[in-house]
């Protein structure tokens, strides 16, 4: 899932993009709104976290914005102000989730995820395909009955291949949703970390290489 986070205070976004990087995100930050502008015009994400406050351009019109381009990103807005007012005004802009600070980080967690399944065609929370059980929030993968430890990335990559649902996942996608901006786009990470995958995943192969194209499962 690939998430951009826009928030002025530079510890909070710096500690929210840390925290959704180890649930196995990749996470893009900008620190005003026309940070957020400019990401957003090269990058589709499948979440965005938007603080209201923004310096440059304001939350408000960037989703505003956002939402008069009809993009597919869902966009989980925070404030500092939780009143119901302020709530129903921000999803009357085109938010999708509203959560006011200060907030518990495994409820932001939580409505990321939720969102993201709502980014693309509704799946169910656990994934399973090809014999393996892929439990996003638990951050579990099983195969056979038989718990299968990933890395971060790995995870990732897998997530991505089992949500395709037997379409072929470019190289390029995979970069895109598992990685962030700072990936270089000629690296061999894809290729390394899909080896170490299969080799976890054990046999009988379920990970299909398709030369030129990606990979399925």
């Not at 002025?8 to 500690?15: F, K, N, S």
């Not at 620190?31 to 015009?41: K, N, Q, V």
């Not at 656990?126 to 439990?135: F, P």
């Not at 995979?174 to 290729?191: G, M, S």
Request: charged share 30%; with cysteine; net charge negative.
């Amino acid at each position: 899932m690939r998430v951009l986070v826009v928030e002025d205070e530079r510890v909070l976004a710096d500690a929210i993009a840390t925290g959704l990087r180890r649930e196995a995100m990749a996470v893009d930050v900008a620190y005003d709104g026309g940070g957020a502008l400019e990401r957003t015009s090269y990058i589709d994400y499948d979440v965005i976290v938007l603080d209201r406050d923004l310096p440059v351009v304001h939350g408000d019109e960037v989703c505003r914005r956002l939402v008069e381009e009809r993009t597919a990103s869902r966009i989980l807005m925070l404030t500092a102000s939780g009143d119901v007012d302020d709530k129903v005004e921000g999803l009357g802009l085109g938010a999708d989730d509203y959560l006011a600070k200060p907030f518990v980080f495994i409820e932001l967690v939580a409505r990321v995820r939720a969102l993201g399944r709502r980014s693309a065609p509704a799946l169910p929370p656990v994934l399973e395909r090809g014999g393996i059980r892929l439990d996003p929030g638990k951050r579990l993968v099983e195969r056979a009955g038989r718990e299968v430890v990933l890395t971060k990335k790995e995870f990732a990559v897998l997530e991505e291949l089992m949500r395709a649902e037997g379409a072929v996942v470019s190289q390029e996608d995979l970069l895109d949703k598992a990685w962030d901006e700072n990936i270089d786009p000629f690296t061999n990470v894809v290729r390394v970390t899909m080896m170490t995958l299969r080799k976890k995943l054990g046999e009988p192969q379920v990970i299909e290489t398709v030369p030129g194209v990606g990979y399925k499962l």
